[in-house]
C-alpha cells in the first residue's frame, strides 16, 4: 500500500472491470461505489470525496462541481469529456482524465470489419441466406483495393483504423484541425483534397460544438464522388435526415453506424418513447446500412485496458 494515497476516497459511479477498483485498492486509495443515486443524491454526498470514476451515467456540470468542494480529480472510463463541464472544472483546479488509448484498437477493428462487411454485403447476404434466398448477382461486392480512405478526425481512433489498413492496397488520408498529425499509415490534407479523392470516408472526431451536425447535406454533397460513410466517433455529428436522403439518391453508397443522434448521453438507450423518426425508420429499412448499438470500443480487451489506463492515470495525479 502506497502512503501516499491512503486518505483519498473516490467515488465509483458506474461498475467496471475489476482491475479498475483493485488497482486502484491496492495503491491505497478508499474505493465507494453507489451506482443507484439520484444525481441529487450524490450532490449532497459529493464533498466528501477527492476523486469521481465515471462512464456516462449523468453529466457533471457547473452545480455538481460547486458542490465537489474537495474534487481533485474526474475519471470518465471512456474516450471522451464531452458529459462533463470541462472548461469550469479546470478552472476549479480539477484534473480530467480520460482513456482513448483503452479502446482505440477496438473502434479501429470494428471500422474495419464494418467497411468490409459493407463492401461485401455481408449482413445483407447473411439474412436473405437464412430466409431461404440463394441471390449470387444481387450481393456482388467490391474490393477495397484501390480505393482511396479519407478518415476525418486524426487522433487515437483515426490512427487505429489507418493502422489496420495497412495490410490493404489503398490510399489513406487524413483531415485534422491540427497541423502535423500525419504518420506512416495516413498522408494529411486539406479537407477539400479529401473531399476530391476520397471513395470512403470515417469519421473519429470527438462532439464538440465545431463537430455538432457537420455531416449535414452540405457537407456531404461537396464531395466529389460517391462514397461509403463510418461512423464510430459521436451520433450528434450526423444529420440522419441528411444522411438518408443522400442514401436515397446515391450520393452515399452505404453506411456503417455505430452511433446515432438519437442515443441518449448515457449511451444505454436509443428512444424513451415509441416513436420512430422517419429518417432512422429509412436506416432501419435499408440493405446498405449496418447498425450497431454504440460497441465500437466495448470489447473485452478495451473493457479490462480502459480499466487499467484509468488506474495508471488517476496514480499519476498524485
Known amino acids: 500500500m502506497n502512503k501516499e494515497y491512503n486518505n483519498i476516497r473516490i467515488l465509483h459511479l458506474d461498475t467496471n472491470h475489476p482491475v479498475l477498483w483493485n488497482g486502484l485498492e491496492d495503491a491505497g486509495f478508499i474505493n465507494e461505489g453507489d451506482y443507484k443515486s439520484t444525481k441529487a443524491q450524490v450532490e449532497d454526498k459529493i464533498a466528501g470525496y477527492n476523486g469521481i470514476v465515471i462512464r456516462s ?6 452545480a455538481f462541481i460547486d458542490r465537489a468542494t474537495n ?8 474516450a471522451g469529456l464531452e458529459s462533463i463541464d470541462c472548461d469550469y472544472a479546470l478552472s476549479k483546479g480539477i484534473h480530467l482524465i480520460a482513456a482513448p488509448e483503452g479502446n482505440r484498437n477496438a473502434v ?11 463492401f461485401n454485403n455481408l449482413n445483407k447476404a447473411d439474412r436473405e441466406v437464412r430466409d431461404g434466398y440463394w441471390i449470387r448477382e444481387g450481393n456482388r461486392g467490391h474490393e477495397l483495393e484501390g480505393k482511396t480512405v479519407g478518415i476525418i478526425g486524426y487522433g487515437n481512433m483515426g490512427k487505429s483504423f489507418a493502422k489496420k489498413l495497412r495490410g490493404f492496397d489503398v490510399e489513406v488520408l487524413c483531415y485534422d484541425i491540427k497541423d502535423g498529425v500525419s504518420d506512416a499509415n495516413a498522408t494529411q490534407v486539406s479537407l477539400q483534397e479529401l473531399r476530391q479523392k476520397a471513395n470512403v470516408v470515417s469519421l473519429h ?10 455531416i449535414n447535406a452540405d457537407f456531404i454533397n461537396a464531395f466529389a464522388k460517391p462514397f461509403w460513410f463510418i461512423n464510430t466517433a459521436r451520433g450528434n455529428s450526423v444529420v440522419t435526415a441528411d444522411l438518408a436522403n443522400a442514401l436515397k439518391s446515391g450520393k452515399v453508397l452505404g453506411a456503417g453506424l455505430d452511433v446515432l443522434e ?6 444505454e438507450t436509443l428512444f424513451s418513447g415509441g416513436d420512430i423518426p422517419e429518417a432512422f425508420q429509412y436506416l432501419l429499412d435499408s440493405p446498405n446500412v449496418l447498425l450497431t448499438p454504440h460497441i ?5 480487451e478495451s473493457h479490462e485496458r480502459l480499466a487499467q489506463v484509468i488506474v495508471d492515470k488517476i496514480k499519476a495525479v498524485f
Open 57 to 62: 451515467r449523468f453529466k457533471i456540470d457547473r
Open 71 to 78: 474534487l481533485k480529480f474526474i475519471a470518465r472510463v471512456g
Open 108 to 118: 479501429g477493428e470494428q471500422a474495419l470489419g464494418m467497411l468490409l462487411s459493407l
Open 205 to 214: 472526431t470527438p462532439w464538440t460544438p465545431e463537430t455538432d451536425k457537420m
Open 262 to 267: 438519437y442515443e441518449k448521453s448515457s449511451f
Open 296 to 300: 465500437a470500443g466495448w470489447t473485452f
